[in-house]
């Protein structure tokens, strides 16, 4: 079964609109979505519709949303192989991307829809959806590519980590896998991301215990907050995504004005949930400089530094 075909609607990707500067608290949601079948993207839509609401009724700055968060969809696309069935997942984007820029300006609210499995010229990514409470859209694709995504749908890199203005500051998207390799991070945070958001997809503990610890170390080597949320629930006879462990959380820098062991808010492991909490950019901002410890103004740039490409030209951090 096929979406239906959707009738085209403007949409600003990725230009970044011009907001002031940031520095006081950000209401943040984490939803812990389940990932079960759907019998139609309108059923689809409907369940993500819900969450979107609560987290509006809480006054919620952001909500963040799984990785693979269209992936129920997929159900519904199913070919002989699933590489051919994960490339149909792009079908659907454009009623992805008219739904989630009308439910953040319905509903006010800057939404990270997780991220959707996107063709673009011929290329399989996964790529992460930012739909701001304005109207604009922008995207991160995924930069490191698992195995099991690489060998199951043959899923391509990204090559660049963005960094986000929004009017609760700027922010960065860190797919998942991505999280486990701090040098991307740094560059993100030294482009001015003061807030990251992990969606992220785990089948095991194991798995999900590994973005978890990789996420909290982030935050003390960045002084910033992650907001993490993941998919439970299965999906059977889908190659690739059939089972799912998560425990949401919101993540904290340690040190003494924060939340006791780094832990803001965490959800119940492999129930559909949502999790809410104030963080405060200001705060995060004066102990870096003024913390206990200062693990980003005492980096030894005489003795080390990460080199990375920006618009063809290399940058250090």
Same mark, same amino acid.
């Given at each position: 079964?096929?979406?239906?075909?959707?009738?085209? +609607?403007?949409?600003r990707v990725n230009m970044e609109p011009k907001f002031t500067a940031w520095k006081g608290p950000v209401r943040v949601a984490a939803?812990?979505?389940?990932?079960? %079948?759907?019998?139609?993207?309108?059923?689809?839509?409907?369940?993500?519709?819900?969450?979107?609401?609560?987290?509006?009724?809480?006054?919620? &700055?952001?909500?963040?949303?799984? =990785?693979?968060?269209?992936?129920?969809?997929?159900?519904?696309? $199913? =070919?002989?192989?699933?590489?051919?069935?994960?490339? /149909?997942?792009?079908?659907?984007?454009?009623?992805?991307? *008219?739904?989630?820029?009308?439910?953040?300006?319905?509903?006010?609210?800057?939404? #990270? !829809? @997780?991220?959707?499995?996107?063709?673009?010229?011929?290329?399989?990514?996964?790529?992460?959806?930012?739909?701001?409470?304005?109207?604009?859209? !922008?995207?991160?694709?995924?930069?490191?590519?698992?195995?099991?995504?690489?060998?199951?749908?043959?899923?391509?890199?990204?090559?660049? #980590?963005?960094?986000?203005?929004?009017?609760? @500051? +700027?922010?960065?998207?860190?797919?998942?896998? &991505?999280?486990?390799?701090?040098?991307?991070?740094?560059?993100?945070?030294?482009?001015? %991301?003061?807030?990251?958001?992990?969606?992220?997809?785990?089948?095991?503990?194991?798995?999900?215990?590994?973005?978890?610890?990789?996420?909290?170390?982030?935050?003390?080597?960045?002084?910033?907050?992650?907001?993490?949320?993941? %998919?439970?629930?299965?999906?059977?006879?889908?190659?690739?995504?059939?089972?799912?462990?998560?425990?949401?959380?919101?993540?904290?820098?340690?040190?003494?004005?924060?939340?006791? &062991?780094?832990?803001?808010? *965490? %959800?119940?492991?492999?129930? =559909?949930?949502?999790?809410?909490?104030?963080?405060?950019?200001?705060?995060?901002?004066?102990? +870096?400089?003024?913390?206990?410890?200062?693990?980003?103004?005492?980096?030894?740039? &005489?003795?080390? /530094?990460?080199?990375?490409?920006?618009?063809?030209?290399? $940058?250090?951090?």
């Amino acid at each position: 079964m096929s979406p239906k075909p959707q009738t085209k +609607r403007k949409t600003r990707v990725n230009m970044e609109p011009k907001f002031t500067a940031w520095k006081g608290p950000v209401r943040v949601a984490a939803v812990q979505f389940d990932m079960g %079948a759907v019998s139609s993207f309108a059923e689809f839509a409907q369940r993500c519709e819900f969450f979107v609401k609560s987290a509006a009724d809480y006054q919620t &700055d952001f909500v963040l949303f799984p =990785e693979l968060l269209t992936n129920p969809l997929l159900a519904l696309v $199913q =070919e002989s192989r699933p590489t051919q069935s994960a490339r /149909r997942l792009t079908e659907f984007t454009p009623a992805y991307v *008219e739904t989630f820029t009308r439910f953040a300006t319905q509903y006010h609210i800057n939404i #990270i !829809a @997780g991220s959707h499995l996107t063709v673009e010229e011929n290329r399989l990514y996964n790529v992460a959806y930012l739909f701001r409470r304005d109207g604009s859209v !922008a995207q991160q694709k995924k930069i490191h590519i698992t195995p099991s995504e690489k060998k199951a749908w043959g899923v391509e890199p990204g090559k660049l #980590i963005e960094v986000f203005d929004t009017d609760r @500051g +700027r922010i960065a998207l860190v797919i998942c896998y &991505d999280i486990e390799f701090p040098e991307l991070t740094r560059i993100a945070v030294a482009k001015g %991301a003061n807030l990251l958001f992990v969606p992220f997809n785990t089948d095991l503990r194991s798995g999900y215990l590994r973005v978890r610890y990789c996420a909290q170390a982030r935050c003390v080597e960045n002084n910033v907050y992650c907001v993490l949320s993941g %998919a439970c629930g299965n999906l059977p006879q889908v190659i690739g995504a059939d089972i799912h462990y998560a425990q949401s959380c919101i993540l904290t820098p340690s040190d003494i004005p924060f939340a006791r &062991d780094g832990i803001a808010a *965490e %959800a119940t492991a492999n129930s =559909e949930t949502m999790i809410v909490h104030d963080v405060d950019l200001g705060l995060t901002e004066s102990t +870096r400089t003024n913390g206990s410890v200062r693990t980003w103004v005492d980096r030894r740039k &005489d003795v080390y /530094r990460v080199t990375y490409l920006s618009d063809g030209k290399a $940058q250090q951090v």
